[in-house]
């Protein structure tokens, strides 16, 4: 996750060669459980059930099988192409799955019904590669395929439902085998993804499903089978805490090219109605999707965007909001739709922390970094739309410095509204000199405003540096700190055969935000009552490591808690709707309203891939 994992659209295309390498280096290192090293030895008359075996990784993998036989329940002619055979016999053992995917690299010429009599060699592909903590996808590779017979009956789908699926998601990893799950045996009336894995390449089907991920641009949407898990309500499904997973999500794809037939569009709780069915695929996107033969339709059940609340007189309006490396280069409707939501949808909040703001052309690598022209193409917008005429503070970064899209030199900007707020100027000030906290008389000031946060400080080395600002509101000062945290890239999915899996780019974050934590309790130790906003795109979760970090000692509170459980959103990712985006606020700030403004994360048509937070409070 910058929140998300950036693919592309061509995906696992032509990966024999990857097959190969990752199947050898497997082997070689040891590294799936129940690997032998009798790749020369040839298996004939296995069934299907022989090759999956009871855990997640095949006994028979590395081995030449032959005369495998089954029924083809589904044909890829895209992407990772191949097909779905099943045995529709079985062994009647519940842990061994009956189907198996069986990689062509070409387009298959076998149809859905044909009986077939296939050789091969069995292999575990892990989508993204050994590193990626992924589990594998069990399948016959460099296959020989023969059609014995066509136009059979494909076997009887296997209903997956909210009774059918376990609440326990996953066991405890293995501590002998580093923390992995693939050696156990499968327990599939006990863990979800056990039971997920026991139906891997097997024909199954869903009945009418509440969407909870909008389809995305790679033609896939998320639904849930269990219709009260984590509900919230507008229909998304939640996810508050690492131990609650979900286990009712389930990607959705289509076994039909596009240009035959255009994937629906669905919006976060809009109905995937009648009979889904198709092969139990894994893939690196999402794990486990049924790549659907048949399609559901998709109804429409009128989900609308938010507006929030018009801030009254005294009261401060203060929001964050990811603009999703907003550059000039972007088409006109960008930056109207997103001015347009501010005015409308943010009803023009007094302060506005921008995230991802690129510099003046975008992602072109020519050593650009000032943003103004970005900037003003935006605040003209937010004016067109009926805005207020915002004026805006910032710092541009050294070239390259803070990660993001090369060349684009993200930064966080300010925009205020200076009709009813002004903007203390202290200092010039460039990409690498911080600011700091002076005071006099109990009263806490920057010592460069707007200035950023311990630049020099390793935890944001190809990351953000946060952007101080002191504010005056009716003779109040208010100190904002906008920030856009170290994103999620690297971490293991919650798929990952490591259970629990791991979560590498925590520990920048939790530097980060020991960080800026130090920082709000330098201003609080000259001022107490300091009115003192940590906003932004904190790229974790409101109960994560990082949160409490910047929480330490009571110098923050994350207003987010003050919503109800099932209204903990900002961002929708592979079904689970989840914070990333957060404001936190001093002691000092009493009473306010919180608002996570969903007008973005639930919907198949963004204008960013977050939803914007707002706060309301009387200084």
């Not at 938010?306 to 009254?312: G, H, L, N, Y």
């Not at 900007?413 to 009709?419: C, I, K, R, Y």
């Given at each position: 996750m910058p929140s998300s994992i950036p693919r592309s659209a061509g995906r696992t295309v032509a990966r024999s060669a990857a097959v190969s390498a990752v199947v050898a280096a497997a082997l070689a290192a040891g590294l799936l459980a129940g690997s032998t090293n009798a790749a020369a030895e040839d298996a004939a008359g296995v069934r299907i059930h022989d090759i999956q075996g009871t855990t997640r990784v095949s006994p028979l993998v590395g081995q030449q099988v032959s005369g495998v036989t089954g029924i083809v329940t589904g044909v890829r002619t895209y992407g990772s192409r191949g097909f779905w055979i099943q045995d529709p016999e079985g062994d009647g053992n519940p842990a061994t799955s009956e189907g198996l995917f069986v990689f062509t690299s070409s387009v298959p010429t076998v149809a859905v019904g044909d009986a077939v009599s296939v050789s091969g060699t069995v292999t575990e592909y892990v989508p993204g590669g050994l590193t990626s903590g992924n589990q594998s996808l069990t399948q016959l590779s460099k296959p020989v395929?023969?059609?014995?017979?066509?136009?059979?009956?494909?076997p009887a789908p296997v209903t997956i439902s909210s009774w059918s699926v376990p609440d326990a998601y996953t066991p405890e990893g293995d501590p002998a085998a580093a923390g992995s799950i693939n050696g156990l045996t499968l327990k599939p009336r006990t863990y979800a993804l056990d039971y997920y894995e026991s139906l891997e390449g097997t024909n199954v089907r869903i009945g009418s499903s509440r969407v909870v991920g909008a389809t995305d641009p790679?033609?896939?949407l998320w639904v849930t089978v269990k219709p009260w898990e984590n509900r919230n309500r507008r229909g998304g499904t939640v996810y508050g805490s690492y131990e609650s997973q979900n286990t009712g999500r389930l990607q959705i794809q289509s076994l039909t090219p596009i240009a035959q037939q255009p994937f629906p569009k669905a919006n976060v709780g809009d109905r995937l109605t009648g009979t889904t069915e198709g092969p139990l695929d894994f893939n690196q996107f999402g794990g486990y999707t049924l790549t659907a033969r048949t399609l559901g339709t998709v109804v429409d059940r009128g989900l609308e965007r938010?507006?929030?609340?018009?801030?009254?007189r005294n009261e401060l309006a203060v929001a964050t909001y990811n603009v999703e490396n907003l550059d000039p280069t972007d088409p006109q409707e960008k930056f109207d739709a997103l001015a347009k939501a501010v005015v409308e949808n943010l009803a023009s909040p007094d302060i506005l922390a921008l995230e991802e703001i690129q510099d003046n052309n975008g992602a072109k690598n020519d050593g650009t970094v000032a943003a103004d022209q970005t900037v003003k193409k935006f605040t003209d917008a937010i004016a067109a739309a009926g805005g207020p005429a915002y004026e805006w503070r910032s710092v541009d970064p050294e070239n390259n410095k803070d990660g993001g899209e090369p060349g684009g030199n993200i930064?966080?900007?300010?925009?205020?509204?200076?009709?009813?707020?002004?903007?203390?100027?202290?200092?010039?000030?460039?990409?690498?000199?911080?600011?700091?906290?002076?005071?006099?008389k109990g009263h806490a000031a920057l010592t460069v405003s707007p200035g950023r946060i311990d630049p020099a400080n390793t935890a944001w080395e190809s990351s953000r540096k946060p952007l101080a600002g002191e504010f005056v509101f009716r003779g109040r000062t208010v100190f904002v700190i906008a920030n856009h945290f170290g994103s999620k890239g690297g971490d293991?999915?919650?798929?990952?055969?490591?259970?629990?899996?791991?979560?590498?780019?925590?520990?920048?974050?939790?530097?980060?935000?020991q960080s800026v934590n130090g920082f709000v309790k330098q201003l609080l130790a000259v001022e107490k009552q300091a009115d003192v906003l940590v906003v932004g795109d904190i790229n974790d979760f409101?109960?994560?490591?990082?949160?409490?970090?910047?929480?330490?000692?009571?110098?923050?509170?994350?207003?987010?808690?003050?919503?109800?459980?099932?209204?903990?959103?900002?961002y929708v990712y592979q079904g689970n709707s989840q914070v990333l985006d957060q404001i936190l606020t001093s002691p000092g700030v009493r009473h306010f309203d919180y608002d996570s403004v969903h007008i973005n994360a639930e919907f198949a048509d963004q204008d960013s891939d977050h939803d914007p937070q707002v706060v309301r409070f009387r200084p």
């Open positions: 395929v023969t059609v014995v017979s066509q136009g059979n009956p494909v790679y033609s896939e938010e507006s929030t609340d018009k801030q009254q930064r966080q900007v300010f925009l205020f509204n200076p009709a009813r707020v002004s903007f203390t100027d202290r200092a010039a000030t460039d990409a690498s000199s911080a600011t700091g906290v002076t005071g006099r293991e999915s919650i798929v990952s055969h490591h259970q629990p899996p791991a979560r590498s780019s925590e520990a920048k974050r939790l530097l980060q935000a409101e109960f994560s490591g990082t949160t409490k970090a910047l929480t330490d000692g009571g110098a923050l509170y994350p207003a987010v808690k003050s919503l109800p459980r099932s209204e903990r959103y900002s």
